[in-house]
């Protein structure tokens, strides 16, 4: 790690929004990513083989590494935002944010897990009750397996995947509104590197690591969003969910988003995630009034508490006493979505935080999406559930076809069922627009020196390469590729996130405005101990001091004698 010093910690002027492209990161970006697609299309026999050998020898050998670093991502967060830090502002001292609150919230659900909100908010809890996780010893269909699958759902979609978010986002808000530095991850490695190797060709191995989780992760959650309308069409209209209908469905999504990604971030981001949350709230309320509302009132309480009560043990279960494909399946791989996620949703929530303090952009980042999508999957699953469980709907059936069935066949079950599946499909096709045009923008932003404003070209380059990733992952393995994919490239990049902490942290402790290092509480405490061995200490001084005085008397007495 490099000695010098990092810059002053004084707040400076934002990056040039507009910055021309780096020909080496595009270049060398594209070609690998490139290059990866032909492999799993011209050889997608050993593009298989070379995956899954991959996939079980890091999930053997580094599972536990998951496990570990998104625990200190989440007590790092809590830690820095109800400490001293939590009051340093992400710009100029009085700076206001740039966004109101509800587009802050609506653009960071929107870009941080809509399209996995909807393809998972029903497949996942009715799937841990039908098949509850080893470790809960739970028997398949009874009360403790109900709760257990909300359980677990909160446990991978709420705190958790956040703090993830939350870290990376804080330190690019704070590198590029704090410092004035670029809108890319190697600016927030400067208290490490220094800052002429964050311009070297160091930093530009930390972003092309970002934008190779970026593609992967992104192409993961489009390829789930490509499943899952392809099914709503076959089961609302009829029309069979074929891969031919898949690929399809992302060339013409993929259009809607080059036409998003034209008109900017204040414009299409903006208009489509805001009509995201209308949409969920209006989903949500009619499942909430039209299905087994007192249930889902009942499961609110006792599963956030069963939560709460059982996070420690989830959070710490590695494949050592546990049953490790199912870790692999689930956890472990929720783990490295999130973290091949990060760059991604990460820079995108540091680029409409500017204004914020640290405090309000952890918290808000934290809580809030959080409690949305405990809400979520308490309505949804939790109706699903209830309606399996008293054989009002055979939910089973559809969750054997696959976790992208489950929601329509518990609103199949419901009244309206062809208006409200058709309002889910819209949803999952806004979702996809609105993710890949921020992970689109993100990647251009990390491939333009950190401009806040790349250019749409390559902006728009990079989304139809993420789009043919998807496409040819769905050719090659469906669901199971999609998933490996995402664990291979997310290894590396926890190192890089664990190294971020140590960046952020050395950074956030020579702002000024952090203020004084030690709680109050903690200096009355330092002032006892410090009292103390005081006395302890001069105490011991006078002792010494009163035997050498004897001694020297004693001495004296002798030689006069």
Same mark, same amino acid.
């Given at each position: 790690?490099?000695?010098?010093?990092?810059?002053?910690?004084?707040?400076?002027?934002?990056?040039?929004?507009?910055?021309?492209?780096?020909?080496?990161?595009?270049?060398?970006?594209?070609?690998?990513?490139?290059?990866?697609?032909?492999?799993?299309?011209?050889?997608?026999?050993?593009? !298989?083989?070379?995956?899954? $050998?991959?996939?079980?020898?890091?999930?053997?050998?580094?599972?536990? +590494?998951?496990?570990?670093?998104?625990?200190?991502?989440?007590?790092?967060?809590?830690?820095?935002?109800?400490?001293?830090?939590?009051?340093?502002?992400?710009?100029?001292?009085?700076?206001?944010?740039?966004?109101?609150?509800?587009?802050?919230?609506?653009?960071?659900?929107?870009?941080?897990?809509?399209?996995?909100?909807?393809?998972?908010?029903?497949?996942?809890?009715?799937?841990?009750?039908? %098949?509850?996780?080893?470790?809960?010893?739970?028997?398949?269909?009874?009360?403790?397996?109900?709760?257990?699958?909300?359980?677990?759902?909160?446990?991978?979609?709420?705190?958790?995947?956040?703090?993830?978010?939350?870290?990376?986002?804080?330190?690019?808000?704070?590198?590029?509104?704090?410092?004035?530095?670029?809108?890319?991850?190697?600016?927030?490695?400067?208290?490490?590197?220094?800052?002429?190797?964050?311009?070297?060709?160091?930093?530009?191995?930390?972003?092309?690591?970002?934008?190779?989780?970026?593609?992967? !992760?992104?192409?993961?959650?489009?390829?789930?969003?490509?499943?899952?309308?392809?099914?709503?069409?076959?089961?609302?209209?009829?029309?069979?969910?074929? +891969?031919?209908?898949?690929?399809?469905?992302?060339?013409?999504?993929?259009?809607?988003?080059?036409?998003?990604?034209?008109?900017? +971030?204040?414009?299409?981001?903006?208009?489509?995630?805001?009509?995201?949350?209308?949409?969920?709230?209006?989903?949500?309320?009619?499942?909430?009034?039209?299905?087994?509302?007192?249930?889902?009132?009942?499961?609110?309480?006792?599963?956030?508490?069963?939560?709460?009560?059982?996070?420690?043990?989830?959070?710490?279960?590695?494949?050592?006493? $546990?049953?490790?494909?199912?870790?692999?399946?689930?956890?472990?791989?929720?783990?490295?979505? #999130?973290?091949?996620?990060?760059?991604?949703?990460?820079?995108?929530?540091?680029?409409?935080?500017?204004?914020? /303090?640290?405090?309000?952009?952890?918290?808000?980042?934290?809580?809030?999406?959080?409690?949305?999508?405990?809400?979520?999957?308490?309505?949804?699953?939790?109706?699903?559930?209830?309606?399996?469980? /008293?054989? %009002?709907?055979?939910?089973?059936?559809?969750?054997?076809?696959?976790? %992208?069935?489950?929601?329509?066949?518990?609103?199949?079950?419901?009244?309206?069922?062809? +208006?409200?599946?058709?309002?889910?499909?819209?949803?999952?096709?806004?979702?996809?627009?609105?993710?890949?045009?921020?992970?689109?923008?993100?990647?251009?932003?990390?491939?333009?020196?950190?401009?806040?404003?790349?250019?749409?070209?390559?902006?728009?380059? #990079?989304?139809?390469?993420?789009?043919?990733?998807?496409?040819?992952?769905?050719?090659?393995?469906?669901?199971?590729?999609?998933?490996?994919?995402?664990?291979?490239?997310?290894?590396?990049?926890?190192?890089?996130?664990?190294?971020?902490?140590?960046?952020?942290?050395?950074?956030?402790?020579?702002?000024?405005?952090?203020?004084?290092?030690?709680?109050?509480?903690?200096?009355?405490?330092?002032?006892?101990?410090?009292?103390?061995?005081?006395?302890?200490?001069?105490?011991?001084?006078?002792?010494?001091?009163?035997?050498?005085?004897?001694?020297?008397?004693?001495?004296?007495?002798?030689?006069?004698?």
């Amino acid at each position: 790690m490099s000695s010098e010093p990092s810059e002053p910690s004084q707040y400076a002027p934002a990056p040039p929004r507009t910055e021309p492209p780096d020909r080496i990161l595009v270049t060398v970006g594209m070609a690998a990513v490139a290059g990866v697609v032909l492999w799993a299309w011209l050889g997608e026999d050993s593009f !298989g083989s070379a995956s899954s $050998s991959s996939l079980a020898w890091v999930l053997d050998n580094f599972g536990w +590494l998951f496990v570990v670093a998104a625990d200190v991502f989440l007590v790092l967060c809590l830690v820095i935002a109800f400490g001293r830090f939590g009051r340093i502002r992400l710009g100029e001292d009085g700076s206001e944010p740039e966004f109101g609150n509800l587009a802050w919230i609506a653009m960071m659900f929107s870009a941080g897990m809509g399209i996995g909100l909807m393809f998972y908010g029903v497949g996942e809890p009715l799937t841990h009750f039908l %098949e509850p996780p080893p470790a809960s010893g739970a028997r398949a269909g009874s009360g403790p397996a109900a709760r257990t699958a909300l359980e677990y759902s909160f446990f991978h979609w709420t705190l958790t995947p956040w703090a993830i978010y939350g870290i990376v986002g804080l330190a690019l808000a704070y590198a590029v509104f704090r410092k004035g530095r670029g809108n890319r991850l190697s600016a927030a490695f400067v208290p490490l590197i220094g800052a002429r190797r964050a311009d070297g060709w160091q930093g530009k191995v930390i972003d092309l690591l970002a934008v190779f989780a970026t593609v992967f !992760g992104t192409a993961t959650s489009l390829g789930l969003g490509a499943l899952q309308v392809a099914e709503g069409l076959d089961l609302t209209f009829g029309v069979d969910a074929t +891969l031919s209908l898949e690929l399809i469905i992302i060339a013409a999504l993929s259009a809607g988003f080059v036409a998003s990604a034209f008109s900017g +971030l204040h414009r299409g981001i903006k208009w489509l995630s805001t009509l995201n949350i209308v949409l969920v709230a209006a989903l949500t309320a009619f499942v909430f009034v039209a299905g087994p509302t007192v249930y889902v009132l009942d499961t609110l309480p006792a599963s956030v508490g069963g939560y709460l009560q059982n996070l420690l043990p989830m959070a710490t279960r590695t494949g050592a006493f $546990s049953d490790q494909a199912w870790l692999g399946a689930w956890t472990i791989f929720y783990w490295a979505w #999130w973290l091949s996620w990060a760059p991604f949703v990460g820079t995108f929530i540091a680029r409409i935080s500017h204004g914020r /303090t640290i405090r309000e952009f952890l918290i808000g980042v934290l809580l809030v999406p959080s409690g949305a999508t405990v809400i979520w999957f308490c309505v949804m699953g939790g109706s699903a559930i209830r309606l399996q469980s /008293t054989g %009002e709907a055979d939910l089973a059936s559809s969750v054997d076809k696959g976790a %992208e069935a489950a929601l329509f066949g518990m609103l199949d079950a419901l009244p309206i069922g062809a +208006l409200t599946s058709f309002v889910s499909m819209v949803l999952v096709m806004t979702y996809f627009i609105t993710s890949a045009d921020s992970a689109s923008l993100v990647m251009g932003s990390l491939t333009s020196r950190g401009a806040l404003q790349p250019s749409s070209w390559l902006v728009v380059t #990079w989304g139809v390469l993420m789009a043919a990733v998807a496409a040819v992952l769905l050719i090659v393995g469906g669901l199971d590729s999609l998933q490996t994919a995402t664990i291979l490239v997310a290894l590396p990049f926890v190192v890089v996130m664990m190294l971020l902490c140590w960046a952020l942290l050395r950074e956030l402790g020579l702002d000024p405005s952090a203020g004084p290092l030690r709680h109050p509480a903690l200096h009355g405490l330092t002032d006892i101990v410090r009292t103390m061995v005081g006395d302890v200490v001069a105490e011991r001084d006078r002792t010494r001091h009163h035997r050498l005085r004897r001694a020297a008397k004693s001495k004296a007495d002798t030689d006069e004698t």
